[in-house]
């Protein structure tokens, strides 16, 4: 089944403490993105990734980093996470990049809570 | 800020009712797509608009888009309690935002059986 797969799905952790959430898509999809959603705000992009090795900054990429080693897999990395990063995360994989008009596929969302 | 902007933020009807869900955007763009959640879910495409497109439909849903006006408009026709959900307008851009989606705050629609 076509898929994009983030885990964990909920996560409740401290500041400060490193955390991943990892994205792994079976698609063999070019264009991977991570999103937060915050009540009243929508969803904001945080990175993107045109292809392996190529990552570029959303709307709101502060205190997140992301790597892009493998084609399937897009893992987001916060190092020292904060209470203002409690949101619902998800990832989203695209044949090709958003520009080339081809729809978003997306994850079920993984839940961060930061105490 | 937001490049899309959805409006009305909560929409209520009837079973069998039509549901007109509108976006309006900033800038410029490529393409206006339209997703949908259930409540904490993950977003399901629901149609892709190019911008020399008008009009296009699938199923139920129609959606236009007036370029001129930078609004775009969602509409459900027939509306089931199953459509009850978050819209999400989403716009992607050329330039250096090639890479970019940027989505509106969504429309809540509930649809009483």
């Known amino acids: 089944e076509a898929q994009v797969t983030q885990n964990p799905r909920y996560l409740i952790t401290v500041t400060g403490k490193k955390l991943t959430v990892t994205c792994s898509q079976n698609m063999n999809h070019e264009y991977m993105s991570w999103y937060r959603q915050d009540p009243g705000l929508g969803l904001r992009q945080i990175y993107y990734s045109m292809n392996v090795e190529v990552t570029d900054k959303g709307d709101v990429p502060e205190g997140y980093k992301v790597s892009r080693k493998e084609k399937r897999n897009f893992p987001l990395i916060l190092e020292s996470p904060s209470p203002n990063q409690t949101s619902l995360y998800f990832c989203?994989?695209?044949?090709?990049?958003?520009?080339?008009?081809?729809?978003?596929?997306f994850g079920d969302g993984t839940r961060l809570s930061i105490l | 800020s937001q490049q899309g902007e959805e409006d009305p933020q909560a929409l209520s009807i009837q079973e069998g009712e039509n549901a007109t869900m509108n976006c309006s955007y900033k800038t410029s763009i490529n393409n206006l797509q339209w997703y949908r959640q259930n409540s904490g879910r993950g977003l399901v495409h629901l149609i892709l608009?190019?911008?020399?497109?008008r009009e296009k439909h699938s199923g139920r849903l129609r959606v236009t888009l007036d370029t001129s006006k930078k609004s775009s408009s969602l509409l459900i026709t027939a509306s089931r309690a199953a459509d009850t959900a978050s819209y999400f307008c989403a716009t992607s851009r050329g330039g250096t935002s090639y890479g970019k989606l940027t989505f509106g705050q969504g429309t809540i629609l509930t649809v009483h059986p």
């Open positions: 989203a994989s695209s044949s090709h990049g958003v520009y080339s008009n081809q729809p978003q596929h």
């Open positions: 608009i190019r911008s020399n497109e």
